[in-house]
């Protein structure tokens, strides 16, 4: 436990290491910052600065994996491509199929629309076969 | 713009013309980057199945975004932002799902002999040793501090992708940093076993 293991610590340094011991991981890159009297601490605590060292090291040995590689599996290029095939082919059945939704949507308003003008249509013609008798 | 040579185009020309719509292109791309986009999904998801269904997520994702892509960062850095996003989703799905198993998360000290720094002045058994340091991580620390120390993504978008804040992604680097170190430069009278408290809080 890091509590435990700083309080094995010299018995001088005990304090400052606990306070410093929680912010040196991030001292490596700044995303923490030590004050006054923790650099104070660490420039005269020879244990600190080997933990320091030590995630210094951490920090290079992780940049080093940058460049190495795990062994990629033989076929993950063809699989990939199969994939953006099928999804390819997926997206385009889809858009067919909204596409005649669409079109059918579109004839049935067509049809209504044709049909409900012909029933005005025929309406108006037999009003008017109605009154011309009367008018005549 | 068409290429008539895809494999031996350079990467600004790949891109452009994947961007274009030409389906070879970005087969080239796919080619030309497999490798490392397999390799961080290996890195965040560990399991070797997990990181293949997560490469093809990301190509599928990066395909899709293809219009979106501005060139602000190079195309590498904006396939591991995919990349991250789609291990992260798929963690986060794994561990709905998951009942009982808890392997991943259970780190068993075993501080094997081969492990020992001193015998690791061969950077190749360094990078190994740290290798399987990080697989040993909670997969909550894990991506943080692969995305930060080997990719180089800042803090905020990491938080970003993590769908933490930058602060909680600050504390969890700090945390595996801290486990990695134990692990892999022990100091004297420190153990690489686990410590319980830290593994309660990582978990």
């Known amino acids: ?136 | 713009m068409h290429l008539l040579a895809p494999a031996s185009a350079d990467m600004a020309a790949l891109v452009s013309a994947a961007q274009a719509g030409e389906h070879s292109a970005f087969e080239e791309l796919v080619r030309r980057t497999s490798t490392d986009t397999f390799t961080l999904a290996r890195r965040l998801v560990t399991d070797e199945d997990d990181a293949r269904d997560v490469v093809q997520e990301a190509y599928l994702r990066a395909y899709r975004s293809m219009g979106s892509f501005r060139g602000d960062a190079q195309f590498t850095t904006w396939l591991y932002r995919i990349t991250a996003n789609c291990a992260s989703t798929h963690l986060g799905r794994r561990r709905r799902h998951r009942h009982e198993n808890l392997d991943d998360e259970i780190d068993v000290a075993d501080p094997k002999p081969e492990h020992d720094p001193a015998l690791a002045t061969d950077g190749s058994l360094l990078r190994e040793q740290l290798e399987v340091a990080i697989a040993e991580l909670p997969p909550r620390l894990r991506a943080v501090v692969v995305l930060r120390d080997i990719y180089d993504l800042n803090h905020a978008e990491i938080a970003n992708h993590l769908g933490i804040s930058e602060s909680a992604a600050k504390v969890r680097l700090h945390r595996a940093r801290r486990r990695l170190r134990v692990q892999v430069f022990p100091l004297a009278g420190e153990s690489p076993c686990l410590d319980p408290e830290e593994h309660a809080d990582a978990v």
Do not use: F, W
Request: aromatic share 2%; with cysteine; hydrophobic share 40%.
């Open chain 1, 1 to 136: 436990m890091l509590s435990e293991r700083i309080r094995d610590r010299s018995g001088a340094t005990n304090a400052s290491c606990e306070s410093v011991a929680d912010l040196l991981p991030g001292v490596i890159d700044g995303t923490s910052k030590l004050d006054r009297s923790d650099r104070r601490h660490v420039e005269r605590c020879l244990r600190c600065q080997a933990e320091l060292a030590t995630y210094r090291k951490l920090l290079r040995a992780m940049q080093s994996l940058r460049t190495s590689h795990a062994s990629r599996p033989t076929t993950l290029v063809t699989d990939v491509l199969a994939h953006l095939e099928a999804a390819g082919e997926r997206s385009a059945v889809r858009a067919a199929l909204t596409g005649r939704k669409v079109a059918y949507l579109g004839g049935i308003a067509a049809a209504a629309t044709a049909a409900g003008a012909g029933a005005a249509i025929v309406l108006v013609t037999r009003g008017r076969k109605g009154r011309l008798p009367l008018a005549g």
